[in-house]
């Protein structure tokens, strides 16, 4: 069994190099792209407290990797490829100290899904864009697609979720001094900074009509707004704000996420074996708790709040 987070990092090897890192896409969000942060002290310690998560995890019984299923097939290569971004913080992100070492909500599950399967973390990282998640399972490239892959009705006609693994959507980043706004509810009034032509527009007045809305073109000028004190909060989605929290700390998130948006394991269309199999999966590090250590790990970092409930599997258009 798996008893350190060293052995595990020799469990896991990594098909492309850095030159061929892709940047994380927004999901729909709207959002820009940001600067990947450097290596933080803090994440870094809180990631190797999984060790015992690691040590614990679920193996499959035999009879589960039914004879010519996907599964079978993936025990019989030794190894889970995945699609997956490099350079996406707290999500997936590769150590530039050490190459094999890729770090995240993401990556982690990756691993415990390969433990699963496998009984050890081997994982080959196929990092995608946006674009080529359906055609990397469609010709069988990728096992699995964990890549923030946000479903729709449109996308499962071409592939299967299973999932949702994780619910993101709007959330509330703050100055690190401020003690007065924890989420949404407390933002009645107050000046609140939004990206241009991204889902806050609309919907920090829906939530709060009477809060002043200052909306800048960019991610970054309004990061530099929200430090410089030109608004109370600002509202972008969460797995971008809890990125740059980790890297900036004179910001933080604070609150759960105001608005859904659920992201699936992505799996090759009508491979219903291989859903169910996963949604199992899911289900047992639920149970056990797993799941919720990978969040306090990892995305919980940057966040000022416990970890979230889980998403119901199946519970969205799609999944």
Known sequence: MITSRSNLRRGLVLLASAATVVALSACSSGAGSSAVPGSDPTAS?????????????????AAALIPGSTMEKIK?????????????????????TNPDDVEGFDADLAKMLAIYILGEPNVEIVPPASET???LLANGTVDVVFNTYTITEKRAEQVDFAGPYLESGLAVAVKSDNTDINGIDDLGGKTVIVGANTPAVTAVPEEQPTATIVS?????????????GRGDAYV????????????DKSIKVVGQPFTTEAYGIGLKKDDSQFKSFINDWLLKI??????AKIWDATLGSAVESSA??????????GS
């Open 133 to 135: 998640r359906e055609a």
């Open 45 to 61: 310690a809180a990631a190797g407290s999984l060790d015992s998560v690691y040590a614990n995890a679920p193996v499959a019984e």
């Open 236 to 247: 972008q989605d969460f797995t971008l704000l809890a990125s740059h929290a980790i890297d």
């Open 76 to 96: 019989q290569r030794g190894k889970l490829i995945v699609a997956e971004a490099l350079d996406a913080p707290l999500l997936s992100q590769q150590d530039p």
């Open 308 to 317: 979230p409930t889980p998403p119901a599997i199946g519970s969205v258009p």
């Open 286 to 291: 639920q149970a056990d708790g797993s799941w």
């Open 216 to 228: 800048f073109a960019t991610d970054p000028q309004a990061l530099q707004a929200l430090t410089q």
